[in-house]
Nanobody
Framework: QVQLVESGGGLVQAGGSLRLSCAAS????????MGWFRQAPGKEREFVAT????????YYADSVKGRFTISRDNAKNTVYLQMNSLKPEDTAVYYC?????????????????WGQGTQVTVSS
């Protein structure tokens, strides 16, 4: 059974940093792209960042470009999201996802497996 478990969320002041982790189990995801999405209260789930199977290709939403960095460690079956210069508008539940393709994608319906999410709250 495929399982994705996010961790690293919490409460941080504006301008601070957090590092999210997503550990995958149940199968090897080394050949699959992985991504992060987020959903704020009353809003639709939105794309944040994605990384290709090798880590060689990344893509970010404009709202986080230059502040967030996605990376992966295939030996650990884990993807990370380093979030710097956090803003109150970054407050959301953050989800990691796996796409059964080597290539990146920025829409939720292109991903096949999802974690349960981790809450990130940025205070002003």
């Amino acid at each position: 059974q495929v399982q994705l478990v996010e961790s690293g969320g919490g409460l941080v002041q504006a301008g601070g940093s957090l590092r999210l982790s997503c550990a995958a189990s149940g199968r090897t995801f080394n050949n699959y792209a992985m991504g992060w999405f987020r959903q704020a209260p009353g809003k639709e789930r939105e794309f944040v960042a994605t990384v290709s199977w090798s880590g060689g290709s990344t893509y970010y939403a404009d709202s986080v470009k230059g502040r967030f960095t996605i990376s992966r460690d295939n030996a650990k079956n884990t993807v990370y999201l380093q979030m710097n210069s956090l803003k109150p508008e970054d407050t959301a539940v953050y989800y990691c996802a796996v796409r059964r393709s080597r290539n990146v994608a920025a829409t939720a319906n292109e991903y096949d497996y999802w974690g349960q999410g981790t809450q990130v709250t940025v205070s002003s």
